[in-house]
């Protein structure tokens, strides 16, 4: 049974235009949740976090907003350019604050930005 | 400053082999976790390692998994009596605790892709 869903295996943009990235959840116990960014043949890149006390998280291009009576949340990166095309992550953990202890991670939605 | 490494980065070994993968932090990194990445699936946790000490071992599937980390440093991830469905990305990351004055956000290496034969 996965907790955390990301239900679109890919997604294609245009360079400039906004891309949206979703993610659902089914634990409530998580409290902190996470984006990662991958490129082939490397490992996971951290891109931004959202704790559960706050409901929009911004850094540069990128955006997470987390809406928890939904247990859903998105990421938001405006202007895209094809650099980010890569397969993100989502994932959630319980027990921010201390020790993350493990993710749980969603399947990955494969982002393209076409030119 | 350096990220996490992962050696080998390659893994080929026919069934019933046994594997050692190993694993370098981030220096001064506490936190030490593995997961393992099927194809088409997204990372799942095996193991967690506050300093020596194997803090969550929960997600490791049978008891041919073991993991050490001796010093508090380097980790090895050991398989036994591999499996054709032990084939995976195996990851591991890092992470400095908030109270270290770290963030606790989890960085990976570039991970081992182990092919059992």
């Known amino acids: 049974d996965q907790q955390v869903k990301q239900n679109s295996p890919s997604l294609s943009v245009q360079e400039g235009r906004i891309s949206i990235l979703n993610c659902d959840y089914t634990?409530?116990?998580?409290?902190?949740f996470l984006w990662y960014k991958k490129y082939p043949a490397e490992g996971p890149t951290f891109l931004i976090s959202i704790s559960s006390i706050k409901d929009k998280n911004e850094d540069g291009r990128f955006t997470v907003f987390l809406n928890k009576s939904a247990k859903h949340l998105s990421l938001h990166i405006v202007p895209s350019q094809p650099g980010d095309s890569a397969v993100y992550f989502c994932a959630a953990t319980e027990g921010y604050g201390g020790s993350q202890g493990n993710l749980i991670f969603g399947k990955g939605t494969k982002l393209s930005v076409k030119p | 400053g350096a990220g996490v490494s992962q050696t080998p980065s390659n893994k080929v070994t026919e069934k019933g082999k046994y594997v050692e993968l190993r694993c370098d932090p981030i220096?001064?990194?506490?936190?030490l976790y593995w997961y393992r990445q099927s194809l088409g699936q997204g990372p799942e946790f095996l193991i967690y390692?506050?300093?020596?000490?194997?803090?969550?071992d929960s997600g490791l599937p049978n008891d041919r998994f073991f993991a050490v980390r001796p010093e508090g440093s380097v980790s090895t991830l050991k398989i036994q009596r591999t499996e054709r469905g032990d084939s995976a990305v195996y990851l591991c990351?890092?992470?400095?605790?908030?109270?270290?004055?770290?963030?606790?956000?989890?960085?990976f290496g570039p991970g081992t892709r182990l092919t059992v034969l």
């Open positions: 390692f506050q300093g020596t000490g194997a803090a969550d």
């Open positions: 220096s001064g990194h506490t936190a």
């Open positions: 990351a890092s992470s400095s605790p908030p109270g270290g004055g770290g963030t606790d956000t989890q960085y």
């Open positions: 634990n409530s116990m998580f409290d902190y």
